[in-house]
């Protein structure tokens, strides 16, 4: 197997994916551009697969961002169809026996009833479980979840719960999507765009970035490896020397 080859010590502890290239995938081979989705969707559950074997911690994955909303209503809706039909697969393979705990992060709010239902049920299921985390970004963006946290923060102290000397970093952190999990130690990017696209802005504070030619659907358990090695090859000095 692909984890043969790939060392799992020093493995980075959280990698997030911008899970891009779909459109561009569905142009080349003259597809509308939902077919670019839905074999990105494929790669999606082999990537999450492939984490679970090397003993990954964290994963978390750009589905669809707040900005996402601009693109003609049915590549949208056929996005959000296939995240109900990823939700449905993994819930069945997850009541079995696989150790994943399945979150998503974003404004969920904005999401069809059904959808939403989907979501909290998952979430419920995988919510006591230690293997990998995987966390799916919906509706996300960093500067919407920046301001989320902001909101929650300035309504207790509102209610003398906080003092505003009581915010620093580890405050605001605890209060976003991600509270309580590791930032990303390691953010790859596919499709050859070299640009965050407002994700986890304030958690890529230290993040080792790779950027890869290859286009999502294409991305293989290989290509993560690589990546991985790369990121290995990385010197992280966090401001030290
Ligand atoms: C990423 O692929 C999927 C989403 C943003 C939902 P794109 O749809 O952005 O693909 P390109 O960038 O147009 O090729
Ligand atoms: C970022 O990709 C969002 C996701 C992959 C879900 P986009 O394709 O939307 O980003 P831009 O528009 O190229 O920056
Ligand atoms: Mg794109």
Known sequence: MQNNRLDTADLPAHIGIIMDGNGRWAKQRGLPRKYGHREGAKTFRRIVEHCERIGLRYLTVYAFSTENWKRPKDEVD???????QYIDEAFARQKEDQDIRTCFIGD???LSPILQQKIQRIEALGKDRTGLTVNVALNYGGRDELAHAMRAIAGQVQQGKLDPSDI???L???HLYTGGQPDPDLIIRPSGEERLSNFLIWQAAYSEFVFMDVLWPDFTPEDLD???EIYRGRSRRFGGV
């Open 78 to 84: 056929s996005i959000m169809s296939l995240l109900e």
């Open 226 to 228: 690589r990546a991985i």
């Open 168 to 170: 620093d970093e580890q």
């Open 172 to 174: 605001i952190s605890a």
């Open 108 to 110: 969920m709010s904005a």
